[in-house]
T-cell receptor, first 113, second 116 residues
Framework: SQTIHQWPATLVQPVGSPLSLECTVE??????LYWYRQAAGRGLQLLFYSVGIGQISSEVPQNLSASRPQDRQFILSSKKLLLSDSGFYLC????????????FGSGTRLTVV | AQKVTQAQTEISVVEKEDVTLDCVYETRDTTYYLFWYKQPPSGELVFLIR??????QNEISGRYSWNFQKSTSSFNFTITASQVVDSAVYFCALLMTTDSWGKLQFGAGTQVVVTP
């Protein structure tokens, strides 16, 4: 069966420090991968998506970047965190065009202090 | 452009009451998919249901039921005889099949608070 792993679960980082959040999927190949952020309030904002190794598309220009070094690995990074980067980050995967919906990771709660 | 509107920010009910969550969507596509997700306090998003635009049959799953009406572009969700464990944020989402990237458009979510 397919599973998705996301870590760390919680992170407190000072302003200006780097960031690396990792997401891996098991039990499938060539998944579509997504990073979402949930800031104050409840809205889910799509940050990045990837349909293959090295193929990254950004939805919102920001202080973050994403990479997909392996088929089932998706990494969210920042060179210098801002206070506004605080939030709840969710990784998700789907097959094909997502007709059957996404499967989400357990999320990372990032607090930038 | 497509959009998903969940006008109810928060709904508070007492246990055993029914609660209906509204979802209105906008799309020009004739083929699309609608979803509901539950986000409990732990944060993880849990898939509840998927419905394609050609299937307007209402669905019931235990205490959950969904009413899909294309004529009013609505996909409402009802929890019958609510329980404290139903307390969560519920998201409605839209996927267009013309979007080859599979990007889900989420509504803002509705917080459901069920008190004993």
């Amino acid at each position: 069966s397919q599973t998705i792993h996301q870590w760390p679960a919680t992170l407190v980082q000072p302003v200006g420090s780097p960031l690396s959040l990792e997401c891996t999927v098991e039990g499938t190949s060539n998944p579509n991968l997504y990073w979402y952020r949930q800031a104050a309030g409840r809205g889910l904002q799509l940050l990045f998506y990837s349909v293959g190794i090295g193929q990254i598309s950004s939805e919102v220009p920001q202080n973050l970047s994403a990479s997909r070094p392996q088929d089932r690995q998706f990494i969210l990074s920042s060179k210098k965190l801002l206070l506004s980067d605080s939030g709840f980050y969710l990784c998700a995967w789907t097959e094909g065009q997502g007709n059957y919906g996404y499967t989400f990771g357990s999320g990372t709660r990032l607090t930038v202090v | 452009a497509q959009k998903v509107t969940q006008a109810q920010t928060e709904i508070s009910v007492v246990e055993k009451e029914d609660v209906t969550l509204d979802c209105v969507y906008e799309t020009r596509d004739t083929t699309y998919y609608l979803f509901w997700y539950k986000q409990p306090p732990s944060g993880e998003l849990v898939f509840l249901i998927r419905r394609n635009s050609f299937d307007e049959q209402n669905e019931i799953s235990g205490r959950y039921s969904w009413n899909f009406q294309k004529s009013t572009s609505s996909f409402n969700f009802t929890i019958t005889a609510s329980q404290v464990v139903d307390s969560a944020v519920y998201f409605c989402a839209l996927l267009m099949t013309t979007d080859s990237w599979g990007k889900l458009q989420f509504g803002a979510g509705t917080q459901v608070v069920v008190t004993p």
